[in-house]
């Protein structure tokens, strides 16, 4: 439930600022993206919704919830692979690779926490017939 109500804030609290704060992601955002401001405000949308779904009881809508986070994650990560290949300077800080790469290893494990926050995946903290 912790890893739940965590990936859950996070996510609420990205969402906010997609909608709040665009231009770090407009920043991030590939070129072959179109309609780049339209598209940070959905996705700041789905993150929302998707953090609201995953704090639902078990039911469909949080199992939903944790597979369309895990396909948003999935989605996401040519804007993440951008920001650190092209050493995109956001809110004026510069990462360095230290920050990249765990950030872009990272990204299969957000993609398990919200297959597992949703109830879609219970590995590997129960054995397969339990879940």
């Avoid at 895990?70 to 990462?95: F, L, R, S, T």
């Avoid at 765990?102 to 339990?130: D, N, Y």
């Amino acid at each position: 439930m912790i890893l739940r109500i965590a990936l859950a804030a996070a996510y609420f609290a990205a969402g906010v600022l997609h909608l709040l704060i665009p231009t770090p992601f407009l920043r991030i955002t590939p070129a072959w993206v179109p309609y780049p401001a339209a598209i940070i405000a959905l996705t700041g949308l789905c993150e929302i919704a998707g953090a609201t779904g995953l704090m639902l009881p078990a039911t469909r809508l949080r199992w939903w919830a944790g597979v369309m986070l895990a396909a948003y994650a999935v989605c996401v990560y040519p804007a993440n692979v951008k920001h650190g290949y092209d050493q995109v300077i956001v809110a004026g800080q510069y990462h360095s690779l230290w920050y990249h790469v765990p950030r872009l290893l990272f990204q299969p494990v957000i993609v398990w926490w919200a297959l597992f926050a949703g109830g879609v995946t219970g590995w590997p903290f129960r054995h397969r017939s339990e879940a």
